[in-house]
């Protein structure tokens, strides 16, 4: 069965960085689309990053120029470097994938657990 694991959360005072990581794990074939959303308390949960299998990335607006998204494929993982945090980054963060072929067949939409960002000095 695959599952997404996410890492790399904490408390960071307002300036700083954060790296975090998600590794699909299980019998993978390929992966589709991964990306990374985020929800605050009493808010929706809403995209920060996704990149294509390829590489093309896309940007929420209030992270463009702060956060990067990558994926190293040999190793089913993508990452979210996130530079000049501030306190409205605070969230839980979420992986997603669009679409995964493991040796189970295909599965859509797969989540992570989560994990708590938190930006306050």
């Known amino acids: 069965q695959v599952q997404l694991v996410e890492s790399g959360g904490g408390l960071v005072q307002p300036g700083g960085s954060l790296r975090l990581s998600c590794v699909a794990s299980g019998s993978i074939f390929s992966i589709g689309t991964m990306g990374w959303f985020r929800q605050a308390p009493g808010k929706e949960r809403e995209l920060v990053a996704v990149i294509t299998k390829g590489g093309s990335t896309n940007y929420a607006d209030s992270v463009t120029g702060r956060f990067t998204i990558s994926r190293d494929n040999a190793k089913n993982t993508v990452y979210l470097q996130m530079n000049s945090l501030k306190s409205e980054d605070t969230a839980v963060y979420y992986c997603?994938?669009?679409?995964?072929?493991?040796?189970?067949?295909?599965?859509?939409?797969?989540w992570g657990q989560g994990t708590q960002v938190t930006v306050s000095s």
């Open positions: 997603n994938v669009d679409r995964v072929v493991g040796s189970r067949g295909a599965k859509r939409d797969l």
